[in-house]
């Protein structure tokens, strides 16, 4: 049985100070997750294992092979997650502060993309 997408998010984060691009992914995801209610899974499609549905996470961000997939997966809070990341995102100057990272002076930023799909429940009414 194939999976059907239920929902799509965008989201946005950056780390300002560390260049640290898994927070910026971090911040992407709970940036687009934090807009979306998923309620349609148990009301209408009457899914009641929300460890079910699959939740698809894809990142674009500098330096890709950076980012701690656990971490970012760990912002999601159901579903079978799986991760990409990809070249893309922007650094841009920032300011160096010591207290927070030294040697750091580049903002980073990330972009996301949270698919949340569910399995595809045949039509009763073509067999």
Known sequence: MSNKRFIVEIGTGAD???ENVTKAACR???DA???SCLCG???IMGIQDLAAVVVDIHIACPNPDQVDPDQVKAVVPIGQK???AVEGGMKIAGLCVPHFAPDCDQIVVAN???TVSVPDV???HHP
């Open 28 to 30: 992407a995801v709970k």
């Open 122 to 124: 045949p039509d009763a």
């Open 33 to 35: 997750v934090s807009r």
């Open 112 to 114: 996301a993309a949270v």
């Open 16 to 18: 300002l100070h560390g």
């Open 41 to 43: 899974l148990v009301e």
């Open 82 to 84: 799986t991760l990409n």
